[in-house]
């Protein structure tokens, strides 16, 4: 069992950063594939970054490429999502999960692949 807490959500005006943290109760994040995901209130969730993991692969929806960069540190079993340039539109919930994998390049952008979920952190940005 893994449990999962988010941190860094906040209020933050258009063009403004902020940076998500994921805590792990298990600092094995070499076992883990991790992604991050949103959701909106009336929306689905959304997917929006994941890391390898080997945390060699990153992939990024087309909505945040260029914007959010996800990292990792096993060291410390955190994850990171870094998010810059924020707009109105990134508005929502964010949620980190990790899905528990034997191939060190295995990452996924669909939500019913990972295995454990985090509380979510709320991220409002103002117009």
């Known amino acids: 069992q893994v449990q999962l807490v988010e941190s860094g959500g906040g209020l933050v005006q258009t063009g403004g950063s902020l940076r998500l943290s994921c805590v792990a109760s298990?600092?094995?994040?070499?076992?883990?594939?991790m992604g991050w995901f949103r959701q909106a209130p009336g929306k689905e969730r959304e997917f929006v970054a994941t890391l390898s993991r080997s945390g060699d692969d990153a992939y990024y929806a087309d909505s945040v490429k260029g914007r959010f960069t996800i990292s990792g540190d096993n060291t410390k079993g955190t994850v990171y999502l870094q998010m810059s340039s924020l707009k109105p539109e990134d508005t929502a919930v964010y949620y980190c999960a990790a899905k528990y994998t034997l191939f060190s390049n295995y990452y996924t952008t669909d939500f019913r692949d990972y295995d454990y979920w985090g509380q979510g952190t709320q991220v409002t940005v103002s117009s």
């Open positions: 298990r600092r094995t994040f070499s076992d883990y594939a």
